[in-house]
């Protein structure tokens, strides 16, 4: 957990350009909340002039599951991170096991 704590600090420059006003994660100061309160303003704006709102909601479960680690290599490689810091991302996220015992 130490490591990975470290990693996020050192990561966090790379991540607090945001390529969009929409983005709340991996940026400093901001939550799920500020997401929830962002979409509720935008409802309320829409709906006291009128306007018909149609939602759509996608939960992808296991989603990082299904990601190309390709992919997430190429994004880190497109956005200047270090080579050996790509290189421990990879090794971290690929080839996982998971050990645990049932009983006794």
């Known amino acids: 957990k130490i490591m990975e704590r470290c990693m996020l600090i050192y ?7 945001s390529h969009s006003p929409l983005q709340f994660g991996f940026k400093a100061g901001y939550n799920s909340e500020h997401a929830l309160h962002s979409l509720y303003s935008k409802l309320r704006r829409y709906t006291s002039h009128n306007h018909t709102i149609l939602g759509l909601i996608i939960d992808f ?12 290599e190429a994004a880190l490689s497109d956005n ?25």
């Open 11 to 17: 990561l966090q420059e790379f991540c607090s350009i």
């Open 61 to 72: 479960k296991s989603a990082f599951d299904n990601i190309s680690f390709s992919a997430i």
């Open 80 to 104: 200047h991170v270090p080579p050996h810091i790509i290189h421990w991302i990879m090794n971290y996220i690929s080839n996982r096991r998971i050990d645990f015992r049932l009983g006794n």
